[in-house]
């Protein structure tokens, strides 16, 4: 009887451990891979010619005060003083990161990681100079304490994510869940008692930067889209921009920053759902799973997103309530009736691409959307505070199913 021919067990398997390596890290934008492979870059190269003298390139208040050693902002967040302390900051980068760039562009998102380390170092240095010239009790140990590592940056990352999001709570570590307005707070608590050598003042103003860009307190400092237009058609930098990676800045919001106040009422829009505890498990806390079930990946919108629209088990429940949201529109909107049909039939359109199997305009229905997840008018309202047309902000919140930050992405790409 003939003897079988061994065959090599798990074949697939074996193959499959670096496919999903080179997918997993295809799939991270240009400008997260980038500072991951200068970071840890920078780290491996100190490691290996012995460098380490981080206080000539650390941020030490009393040298940027009494020297002007602005160099000392910029220097400091892209070195890292061991191996886990740049595993762990490039591991929270990479969620955190990614999910950014993929909605502002490569380019804006590293003016806005440039803007976030300026103003983390400048509410270092206030911090530090009101605790030791103030009248009470002086103390000149945060003027001379040397920081190092990108996780004041990542800080400011964490409270701009989160408040996109607009979660109402966070899962700190899968033990306990805090009010998402508290996370970034509880996580800087946190890593002080658990970690050694931590700066306390380096992540606290990270999160004070993150607030200030939140309330938009920064939109005067951040240009509009064509300055990140006219930096992607420039000739320097068409080889990044052919890149697959490269995510370009499609416009949008004229006044070029990413709108981030969410209402209270908000649900999960879909950022780091169920992903961010899997690509970092020892750093970042999971956050909780939207409920809604995902998508698939949109050519148009790289990256994991979700359809704009309800389940197909709920657009026929919906039918109704969009019927009278288009007569309700263009009664209030008589003077403008043209532009405002041509906005409703955008709209449709936009709706039957993302469900081919209903005819939406066959059905006489608008945009379809969750009978429960009417628009309040407090999100309206900050809808157009922002500048937006106000029957435009009523359509987008009906197509995105009322999800406020699905709405500003409908609004910026109509703009754009």
Known sequence: MRRP???????????????????????????????????????????????????????????????????RIYTSILFHGSLLHVLFNMMALVPLGSELERIMGSVRLLYVTILLATSNAIFHVLIALLVAHNPFLTNDYLMNECAIGFSGVLFSMIVIETSLSGVQSRSVFGLFNVPAKWYAFFLLVVFQLLMENVSLLGHLSGIVSGFAYTYGLFNILIPGSSFYSSIESSSWLSSCVRRPKFIVCTGGNPSGYIPTNTSQNSTSGGLLS????????????????????????????????????????????????????????????????????????????????????????TTGAGVPHHQGAVASEEEIKKLVAMGFDRTQVEVALAAADGDLNVAVEILMSQQG
């Open 274 to 361: 169920g992903n961010i505890w899997g690509n970092l498990q020892s750093l970042m806390s999971r956050r909780e799973v939207s409920a809604q079930p995902q998508s698939v990946e949109d050519s148009r919108f790289p990256g994991r997103g979700r359809t704009l629209g309800a389940p197909q088990g709920q657009i026929a429940s919906g039918l109704n309530s969009d019927s009278n949201l288009q007569a309700r529109l263009l009664e209030d909107s008589s003077p403008n009736h043209s532009s405002d049909s041509a906005i409703l039939s955008t709209a449709q359109r936009s709706t039957e691409g993302r469900h081919p199997v209903i005819n939406v305009a």
């Open 5 to 71: 021919r061994n065959m090599r067990p798990n074949i697939v398997s074996e193959a499959g451990l670096p496919t999903r390596l080179n997918q997993w890290w295809e799939s991270i934008p240009f400008l997260t891979s980038a500072i991951v492979v200068v970071c840890g870059a920078i780290y491996f190269v100190c490691l290996l010619v012995g460098y380490d003298s981080f206080i000539e390139i650390c941020f030490l208040p009393s040298a940027v005060v009494s020297r002007f050693q602005v160099y």
